[in-house]
């Protein structure tokens, strides 16, 4: 609790806006992780996006419980509330402008939704050529979710050096498995296990997340205060 990260994001070559995740304090039992995204002047004029999303996680298996998403994309407004269950399945009960529907998307292994991912991910002992695979729920679909951990790799970030593992996979829907995607994602090798970096794809091409700025209880905060590159 009381970690900040902040990102700067890019899509379609271009500076599109920012991201910022919060963990905050134990609510009922649970870790809440706090997500907000919006985009800048410039993106807006292509597609218009802010929202926020709270997944609630179990604070020793980091699984979550519930997420609720709340977002609006241009003139369009989505609210998505899942509840995940044990038998590997989550209920979606999805308002687009004001209709609400149900639905209850199955799974084939142990459910996430992308935020509690992360934070999975995170925690896992990384160690080249292991593989991870799990189902997550995402813009209102139920997907598989696979990759592999390559080697370690020296990353440069506007925040500084840092040695990181890259996971390198893909994420298919269940239910139209050619609809595929590729994702990547680093994660700091050190004790804060850091994602650094995310970079997937969307209907608008790729899109990529890089760490800005870092605010952890105990430490001090680092922020990024010249232009720096990623090497992808």
């Not at 990260?5 to 379609?12: K, R, S």
């Not at 149900?102 to 509690?116: H, K, P, T």
């Not at 598989?144 to 890259?166: A, C, M, N, Q, Y």
């Amino acid at each position: 609790p009381g970690e900040t990260l902040e990102f700067d994001i890019d899509a379609i070559g271009a500076k599109a806006g920012r991201m910022t995740t919060r963990v905050l304090a134990l609510r009922d039992g649970l870790l809440p992780v706090e997500v907000e995204v919006e985009t800048n002047t410039f993106f807006s004029k292509i597609r218009r996006v802010r929202g926020q999303a709270v997944t609630s996680m179990n604070p020793k298996t980091l699984r979550p419980t519930r997420y609720y998403e709340d977002a609006k994309e241009n003139d369009t407004h989505r609210i998505a509330e899942v509840s995940f269950r044990k038998d590997r399945s989550a209920r979606l009960v999805s308002t687009v402008d004001s209709k609400t529907g149900v639905v209850d998307l199955q799974g084939g292994n142990e459910v996430v939704d992308i935020a509690s991912a992360v934070f999975l991910l995170r925690a896992l002992p990384l160690k080249e050529g292991s593989n991870v695979c799990f189902d997550a729920y995402g813009t209102r679909k139920m997907w598989r979710v696979w990759g592999t951990v390559l080697p370690r790799e020296d990353v440069s970030l506007p925040i500084g050096e840092f040695k990181s593992w890259h996971l390198a996979g893909h994420a298919a829907r269940i239910d139209l498995p050619n609809a595929r995607r590729e994702i990547h994602m680093w994660i700091s090798d050190d004790a804060a296990r850091l994602p650094l970096a995310l970079m997937g794809t969307i209907d608008l091409g790729t899109v990529r997340a890089t760490m800005t700025s870092i605010k952890r209880p105990g430490t001090r905060e680092r922020r990024a205060e010249n232009k720096g590159n990623l090497h992808w």
